[in-house]
Each structure stands twice: as C-alpha cells, then as structure tokens.
C-alpha cells in the first residue's frame, strides 16, 4: 500500500526524521491561510500516489499567500501526469503547503526489502533531486548500498558509513546516520517495504531536511498496523480496488483470465497453482475471508467478473465460518442481477456444502459443479480456453 507524501513525512516525523513545517489543504483558500500562518516564501505540492510531480509541474513555490492559493486552484481538481502515473494521469484532491527550505545539496536515502536476500537494503547517493533515475543510470558507482545483516537491523556503522559516503563531515555526517537509523526503525515499527527520502536537503546552515518523502507498506501486515491502515486513500486505488475495500474484501489483479473467489489466503494460493498447473492464468483473486454476507459474495462476484479479462470464474469455497449456501445464494444472485453469461465453475466443501449445490441446481443458471480442487481448476482453465473473449459487465 502506498501512502501520500504529508502521510510519510509524519510517520517519519514520530521517528525524528526533519520535515518542513506545512498544512495539507483541499482548496485555494485553504492553502493561502496555511502559506499565511507557515510564512512565505512557500511551496504548494500535489498529494498523488506517484512521483515525478517535479518535472510535470505539480510542486510550486509561492512567493505570497495568494500566489499559493492560486497554485492551489491550478492544482486542485486538474489531472497530474507525470513519468510515474501512465498517460491517465492521477487527480489531484490535496495539496501538500509547506515553509520553502533553501537549499544547498540534495541527496538521495533509500531503505527498501530486498526480496532477493530477504534483507533490507540502504540505498545512497550525492546526487538526489528529480534527476536521480538518471544519476543511477549513468553513474551506478556512485550509488552506495549497505545490506542490513539477515533479520536484523541496519547497524550505526553501516549508516556512519553511508553518511561518509555521501561526502558529510561533523555535525552533518551525524544527522545523517541519525536519519538513517530512525528511517530504519520506522520501516521496522511500521512494516514498511520502502522508506525514500529525495530529496534530503543539506540546507546553507548544514542542517539536513526530508523535503520528499515516499513510503510503502506490506499490504500483509496491515492487519496488525491499524494506524497504517486507516492512511489508506481510496481514491487512489484503481476503481475495482477501491470498490473491494470498500466491501472489506482483498482483490488482487493478475493478468490471465480467470477469475477466482476464494476465502483465505492458504486456499488463494493453491488455487493458484492448481490453475497454473492446468495450464492456465487466474486474472484475479476475490478473497472474501471469513464471516461474508451473501450481499458481500454477491458483491465480490461482480468485481470478479468486471475484470474485461475474465473469461471464466472458479468459486473454490471451503466452508467453515462461512457458510457454502451463503455463498452460493451471492454468487446465484450476482450472476442474475448481472445477467452474466460468464461460465461458473463451483467447487463447495465444508459447512452447508450440500445445501449450496442445491441452491445452485434450483437456480437453474447452469454452473458448472465441480469436487475437487484440481478438477475444478483444470475445468475452469478449460472453459476459458472455450469461451469468446468479453468485455466486463458492470460491477
Ligand atoms: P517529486 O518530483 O514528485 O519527487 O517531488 P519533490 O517533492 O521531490 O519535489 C521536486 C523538487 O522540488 C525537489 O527535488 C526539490 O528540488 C524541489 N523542492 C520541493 N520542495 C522544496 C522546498 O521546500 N524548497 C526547495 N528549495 N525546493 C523544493
Ligand atoms: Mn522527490
């Protein structure tokens, strides 16, 4: 899960990381009364889940409250594109106000998970700014990586060392393996898969300040990081995920063309796997967890099928505290509010199993029942391989 750029910079904030002071705004007289009481001069930033707003124009400095007020306008309901939103573009709901930081240099400090060494990597380098991908690129023996020993860490000698590497002395080169510690206790504390600040501004007086922060989070622990959680924003998902959100569903979008309801994780994957096993690719997963009404089936059912790509659905349910009549009264009603031609293939065990075939016989909607799990996944790879391809319905 990502977060916006105001949201990472005071989650890095508890953990002592230096922000500039700034007021998050939702319209233009809003941000000239927080360019008012933060003092100008001032920049106005648009809080979209993407970067790149540099270079597209969405950070603006604003020599006056009413200049950041009409950045603000400009800013507000326009469409940002930018290198990392895809030619769609990303609207703009908030800006970000904040005091303008002179400034001297601008480095670049990463933490993320390395998936390969399952470790946390530390990522730095002199040349920060909005040219960064750039100096990577072209320069890839100034970019300096320190791995955090397995399961542990980052050490204050490996941030000593980066902060050296980066050309700081004194004061600063202090400040520095400050901020990299306290970036990599936030990243522990948080279940943060990435913490990067570019850039880290080095300002005239050697202080060192976080002017952008970007941070994302294991979308698997947000369970238990309620806090993190409630900074989710809806409107930056994709609409279909935002809809699962809403209906406290987990979907996750593949690219194949089946489309899979399932309810727990452990049965997600190998569901998984019996249908790449089969020769096949799933195009998403509605995992509708535990304890799911049959309007939230009905519900996942249609967001399921909304996926263009979907050319057959698999229902692979192991009733427990959800019942499988439930589930089969949701799917039976989704397919009928729907009128979907989509072939259903139905795999029910466990709690009130038989009761859900009967509701489906008595439908009289033709799914397609299945016992087991590897035969209702070979059976739905191979209705996909039959069926036309389709646009989605309407979820
Ligand atoms: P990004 O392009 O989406 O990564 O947005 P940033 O927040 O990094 O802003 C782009 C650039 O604007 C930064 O690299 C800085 O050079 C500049 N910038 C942003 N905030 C300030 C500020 O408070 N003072 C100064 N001098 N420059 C800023
Ligand atoms: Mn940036």
Request: proline fraction near 5%; charged fraction near 25%; charge should be neutral.
């Amino acid at each position: 899960m990502k977060v916006h750029e105001f949201q990472a910079k005071r989650v890095l904030a508890r953990f002592g990381v230096p922000v500039p002071r700034g007021e998050v705004a939702g319209s233009a007289p809003e941000a000239r009364d927080a360019a008012g009481r933060l003092g100008v001069p001032g920049v106005v930033k648009a809080q979209v889940h993407a970067g790149g707003r540099g270079k597209a124009g969405g950070v603006r400095k604003a020599a006056t409250p009413e200049a950041a007020g009409r950045a603000a306008a400009d800013l507000l309901g326009s469409v940002l594109v930018t290198a990392q939103t895809g030619p769609a573009g990303r609207p703009v709901r908030r800006v970000l106000v904040e005091e303008a930081v002179g400034t001297a240099r601008e480095l670049y400090l990463a933490l993320a998970v390395d998936p390969a060494r399952e470790a946390v990597v530390a990522i730095a380098s002199a040349e920060g700014g909005v040219d960064v991908e750039a100096s990577f690129a072209g320069t890839p023996e100034r970019v300096f990586k320190e791995y955090a020993p397995a399961g542990n860490r980052l050490d204050e000698a490996q941030a000593r060392k980066l902060a050296a590497a980066l050309g700081l002395t004194g004061g600063s080169a202090t400040q520095a393996a400050g901020i990299i510690m306290a970036m990599a206790e936030a990243m522990e504390k948080t279940d943060a898969s990435l913490v990067e600040i570019n850039p880290l501004a080095v300002t005239g007086e050697g202080g060192l300040v976080a002017l952008d922060v970007r941070m994302a989070f294991d979308d698997n622990a947000l369970g238990r990081r309620p806090e993190i959680l409630a900074l989710r924003d809806l409107d930056e998902a994709s609409p279909l995920e935002a809809e699962a959100a809403r209906s406290n569903l987990s979907y996750v979008k593949l690219d194949g063309d089946i489309g899979c309801m399932v309810n727990g994780a452990g049965l997600a994957m190998a569901t998984m796997d019996l249908i790449l096993r089969a020769g096949g690719r799933p195009a998403n997963f509605l995992d509708v967890g535990g304890g799911v009404t049959e309007d939230g089936v009905a519900r996942a059912f249609r967001i399921l099928a909304f996926d263009p790509g979907v050319r057959s659905a698999l229902v692979n349910i192991f009733g427990g505290i959800v019942r499988c009549d439930t589930v089969a009264s949701g799917v039976v009603r989704a397919v009928r509010e729907t009128a979907s031609s989509l072939p259903v293939v139905m795999r029910l065990e466990g709690t009130n199993a038989e009761e859900g075939r009967t509701v489906l016989r008595a439908s009289g909607l033709g799914f397609h029942p299945a016992e087991g799990m590897r035969d209702a996944a070979a059976l739905a790879v191979s209705l996909a391989g039959a069926a036309p391809a389709r646009r989605g319905g309407r979820p």
